[in-house]
């Protein structure tokens, strides 16, 4: 952990964002949702139970990501009540969109599945946590909330991110045996969000997701 950063939390030392980085990150992180949620979403989510389901997965989200990024945790507080709102969407939905109890069911299940498989397979392959199931948590409420059909997306999304934010950090000097772990989470919950938004419009009707 860097001088820069001494006031993070201290529960997975190799998580070293501080607490302003965070704010900061978390912040500017709400505008970009803002920003997508206006020009992707307004018209079909933009009033009534789908402007308050999104503003509660929004929060949700964007509460995850600060908490990852200061501790390297998802906590299940958050991510178990965010299932349980995807799965409750799926059956008061409005009439045309594409939520269904069975999608919501089946993305839960599944994304879970496919995160907790890659973090055995890491923890085989490499002898130690790469992936924590906090992840796997996080990417089954997304798939609550958007369904099985476009978990792809979700995590072609977050891998993005997470590539771009790799590079940034990269660029910022430390020592060489300064290991640093950069948090999954805020990737994974900016997927979803892009995919909650995405969903039900044009774009992703013509592709044939959700």
Request: net charge neutral.
């Amino acid at each position: 952990m860097t001088n820069a950063d001494e006031d993070a939390d201290p529960v997975f030392p190799d998580v070293s964002v501080g607490k302003r980085t965070a704010i900061i990150t978390t912040i500017v992180s709400a505008i970009i949702y803002a920003v997508v949620f206006a020009v992707f979403a307004f018209e079909t989510r933009g009033a009534g139970l789908a402007l308050l389901a999104s503003v509660l997965l929004a929060s949700a989200l964007l509460a995850l990501s600060y908490f990852d990024l200061r501790t390297g945790l998802l906590y299940d507080s958050v991510t178990f009540p965010l299932i349980a709102a995807g799965i409750g969407w799926a059956f008061i939905a409005p009439a045309g969109t594409s939520a269904t109890w069975m999608n919501a069911m089946l993305g839960a299940g599944i994304g879970y599945g496919l995160i907790a498989g890659l973090a055995y397979v890491w923890r085989r392959w490499r002898g130690y946590e790469g992936i924590g199931l906090g992840d796997a948590k996080l990417l089954s409420a997304g798939g609550a909330w958007v369904g099985a059909s476009t978990l792809p997306l979700i995590l072609f999304v977050a891998s993005i991110t997470g590539l771009l934010a790799a590079v940034i950090v990269s660029q910022k000097p430390r020592p060489a045996s300064d290991r640093v772990a950069l948090p999954f989470g805020p990737c994974l919950a900016f997927g979803i969000w892009i995919v909650w938004c995405l969903t039900d419009t044009v774009l992703l009707k013509r592709s044939g997701i959700g």
